[in-house]
């Protein structure tokens, strides 16, 4: 069973002005709104939030029918969004296994990786006892998504009184987030030079392929500071 102890401590853990879960909430409004104006029921709108509960991927859905893409150009679409998921789950979970755990909770935490409820995890995790982080993340899990579901809910609501620069406005919030709190972390060579390279090389990939310029600029750029960082020993 989840130790509600541990559980409701992280599910407390999105209170404060600086929350990831504010920004998060900002960005689910306008994709709430976004569903509205696509045609989707407000049932779809928020059940999407709920299978999906990732910001690129739930732009990526809405964008694709815009265009009337088709329905498999869609799932690989988002699947390949989603996919930047992967190193934060390979970064989180060796923080959170524990052998006196039962491997259900390992699976159904997984539904919860998300940059806002990483960030938190990774504020705190040093302050919960290994054999309790499952259920401390399950917690934090659980209220930065029910904070998406409802988001969606409440954007979905008042659509008709946002107009376009506000939703993008909305939406970019939580990126921006992310990015100030790695500006913040730049206590490393490869992250310093990750998110410098980074911002040169989109724009400049740009030119040569508008399409796929922020794939090519990260992927360039994390891999330099990589190997220059295994270069120096640092």
């Given at each position: 069973?989840?130790?509600?102890?541990?559980f409701?401590?992280?599910?407390?853990?999105?209170?404060?002005?600086?929350?990831?879960?504010?920004?998060?909430?900002?960005s689910?409004?306008?994709?709430?709104?976004?569903?509205?104006?696509?045609?989707?029921?407000?049932?779809?709108?928020?059940?999407?939030?709920?299978?999906?509960?990732?910001?690129?991927?739930?732009?990526?859905?809405?964008?694709?029918?815009?265009?009337?893409?088709?329905?498999?150009?869609?799932?690989?679409?988002?699947?390949?969004?989603n996919?930047?998921?992967?190193?934060?789950?390979?970064?989180?979970?060796?923080?959170?296994?524990?052998?006196?755990?039962?491997?259900?909770?390992?699976?159904?935490?997984?539904?919860?990786?998300?940059v806002?409820?990483?960030?938190?995890?990774?504020?705190n995790?040093?302050?919960?006892?290994?054999?309790?982080?499952?259920?401390?993340?399950?917690?934090?899990?659980?209220?930065?998504?029910?904070?998406?579901?409802?988001?969606t809910?409440?954007?979905?609501?008042?659509?008709?009184?946002?107009?376009?620069?506000?939703?993008?406005?909305?939406?970019?919030?939580?990126?921006?987030?992310?990015?100030?709190?790695?500006?913040?972390?730049?206590?490393?060579?490869?992250?310093?030079?990750?998110?410098?390279?980074?911002?040169?090389?989109?724009?400049?990939?740009?030119?040569?392929?508008?399409?796929w310029?922020?794939?090519?600029?990260?992927?360039?750029?994390g891999?330099?500071?990589?190997?220059?960082?295994?270069?120096?020993?640092?």
């Amino acid at each position: 069973m989840i130790d509600k102890k541990y559980f409701f401590k992280g599910f407390k853990s999105i209170k404060g002005v600086g929350s990831p879960a504010i920004a998060l909430g900002a960005s689910f409004i306008a994709i709430g709104a976004l569903l509205k104006n696509l045609g989707f029921s407000i049932q779809e709108s928020v059940f999407s939030t709920f299978l999906t509960y990732a910001l690129p991927g739930s732009l990526v859905m809405a964008e694709s029918m815009l265009i009337g893409a088709s329905l498999i150009n869609i799932f690989i679409a988002v699947w390949l969004v989603n996919a930047r998921l992967y190193p934060m789950t390979v970064a989180l979970m060796p923080l959170l296994i524990h052998e006196n755990q039962p491997r259900w909770k390992y699976y159904l935490s997984c539904h919860f990786i998300a940059v806002s409820s990483w960030l938190i995890m990774k504020d705190n995790y040093e302050n919960i006892e290994k054999e309790n982080r499952i259920d401390f993340w399950i917690g934090i899990g659980i209220a930065t998504w029910s904070v998406a579901i409802f988001s969606t809910f409440i954007g979905y609501i008042v659509s008709d009184f946002l107009n376009k620069d506000l939703l993008i406005g909305l939406a970019i919030v939580n990126p921006i987030y992310f990015i100030c709190m790695m500006l913040g972390a730049m206590k490393t060579i490869q992250i310093s030079l990750s998110i410098v390279l980074g911002t040169i090389l989109g724009p400049a990939f740009y030119f040569l392929s508008p399409e796929w310029c922020i794939l090519f600029g990260g992927f360039t750029a994390g891999t330099i500071a990589f190997l220059f960082g295994e270069i120096n020993g640092k």
